[in-house]
């Protein structure tokens, strides 16, 4: 059966360049959207429906839509029966809890009797239950930072990226609630073709990030030394080693994580390597 797999994606937004690029990474190709509210990749059977971020989880509670990407921040305030089955690493932020910067913070029970502004509730009102806060939340949908300016809250619970916004308001942020990224979600109900798809595309997600991660490196080393080289070497298995035109040297060519990456070369260089070349890894498929 010819399935073809839907997803939906914020027509336009914070998430929206970080979900094209998440296609494109994953080699789907989906000609300039323009104004349009669906799409059809040409290379792979995905269909890509353009929507407000904050119908997604209902879309694809409702097989609307087979799978979605947006803030996990919004998938746990609507809190619709659907599966997060990948983190995928953009539009970093958290939720965050704020006062006036003038006023002096002591803990959760100063939200006691408080009146908080947010766009959401839910999410806070959990936080509030399990500090044992009593008070309470003023929900509005958008400028949440103005409420307390104009008297219509004493404190606000809303996302943070860099701290400016709470900054130019005379706020600053005194509780994070929850760290938030784009996440894909999936309907739990899916056709075991589309749920083909759906690991299809998964795959090529986890083989672009693991890529950003790592580096390929190649170096040349003296015979002598190679044995204590392969050893400083991470890798995937077990390093590639070729012989050069010189009979007492080796290239010898491996995989290795950025987080390692100063200290190995350190190590390298110390234990006699030479020629030492790091290069990115476009796709990286284990
Ligand atoms: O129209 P639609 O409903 O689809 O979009 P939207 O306006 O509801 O959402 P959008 O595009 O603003 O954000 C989509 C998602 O991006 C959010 O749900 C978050 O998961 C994520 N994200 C990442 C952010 C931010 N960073 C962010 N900085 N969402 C909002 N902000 C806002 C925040 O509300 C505040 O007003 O930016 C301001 C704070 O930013 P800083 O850098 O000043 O701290
Ligand atoms: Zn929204």
């Not at 300016?149 to 943070?160: N, T």
């Not at 595309?201 to 790592?214: C, E, G, S, W, Y």
Request: aromatic fraction near 6%.
């Amino acid at each position: 059966m010819n399935d073809t797999l839907k997803i939906a994606l914020q027509k336009s937004g914070r998430l929206s360049e970080g979900s094209m690029k998440l296609l494109s990474n994953c080699g789907v190709n989906v000609s300039n959207n323009g104004r349009r509210l669906m799409a059809q990749a040409s290379n792979f059977p995905l269909e890509i429906l353009f929507l407000r971020d904050d119908d997604i989880p209902e879309y694809v509670e409702d097989n609307v839509a087979d799978i979605g990407v947006l803030g996990l921040n919004v998938v746990k305030e609507k809190n619709k029966s659907v599966d997060i089955v990948e983190k995928l690493g953009f539009s970093k932020c958290r939720l965050s809890l704020a006062i006036d910067k003038n006023q002096n913070y002591t803990g959760p029970s100063f939200f006691n009797e408080k009146q908080i502004a947010t766009s959401y509730p839910n999410i806070l009102k959990e936080w509030l239950q399990e500090n044992n806060v009593k008070t309470d939340v003023h929900e509005i949908s958008g400028s949440v930072e103005i409420a307390p300016g104009i008297g219509l809250a004493e404190a606000i619970c809303d996302i943070v990226s860099t701290g400016s916004t709470l900054f130019s308001n005379g706020l600053k942020e005194v509780e994070t609630i929850m760290h938030s990224e784009a996440v894909m979600i999936a309907n739990r109900n899916l056709s075991s073709e589309k749920q083909t798809l759906l690991e299809k595309l998964i795959f090529r997600i986890n083989a672009v990030n693991k890529a950003k991660t790592n580096r390929y490196i190649l170096l040349n080393a003296p015979n002598e030394k190679l044995e204590q080289i392969i050893s400083i070497l991470p890798g995937m298995k077990s390093p590639t080693v070729t012989p050069l035109a010189d009979k007492d040297w080796s290239s010898v060519h491996s995989v290795i994580g950025e987080e390692a990456f100063w200290e190995v070369i350190d190590q390298l260089k110390l234990a006699g390597a030479e020629g030492i070349l790091v290069v990115p890894i476009e796709k990286m498929v284990l």
